[in-house]
């Protein structure tokens, strides 16, 4: 079956980290630009970050720049995203979605993404 599995999510306290990982199934993630996105309850998905497929280009919105960090393992067929000092905002369901339209970069914005993970709700609360 060919699909994008997020895992990781969960209950965090301010200020800790998380862990994301995005496997794919069925397919191999190497020619495919990355995204991570997120909806919170009664607001639009977000991009969150992105990676090209070499993993040479990486992208992040304002409000996760010096926390988040994007990689791949193009081996283990696994995007991450690493949610460091995560915040009450940060709380959302969290997708990962691939794209092949981009060889050599990716994008925050949701539009050229094709195929999408179901998500995994990361909440940040004491």
């Known amino acids: 079956q060919v699909q994008l599995v997020e895992s990781g999510g969960g209950l965090v306290q301010p200020g800790g980290p998380l862990r994301l990982p995005c496997a794919a199934s069925g397919f191999t993630l190497d020619p495919y630009a990355i995204g991570w996105f997120r909806q919170a309850p009664g607001k639009e998905r977000e991009g969150v970050s992105c990676i090209s497929p070499t993993g040479g280009r990486v992208y992040y919105v304002d409000s996760v720049k010096g926390r988040f960090t994007i990689s791949r393992d193009n081996v283990k067929n696994t995007v991450f995203l690493q949610m460091n000092s995560l915040k009450a905002e940060d709380t959302a369901v969290y997708y990962c979605?691939?794209?092949?339209?981009?060889?050599?970069?990716?994008?925050?914005?949701?539009?050229?993404?094709?195929?999408w993970g179901q998500g995994t709700q990361v909440t940040v609360s004491t």
């Open positions: 979605a691939a794209d092949l339209s981009l060889p050599h970069f990716c994008t925050t914005q949701p539009r050229p993404y094709h195929r």
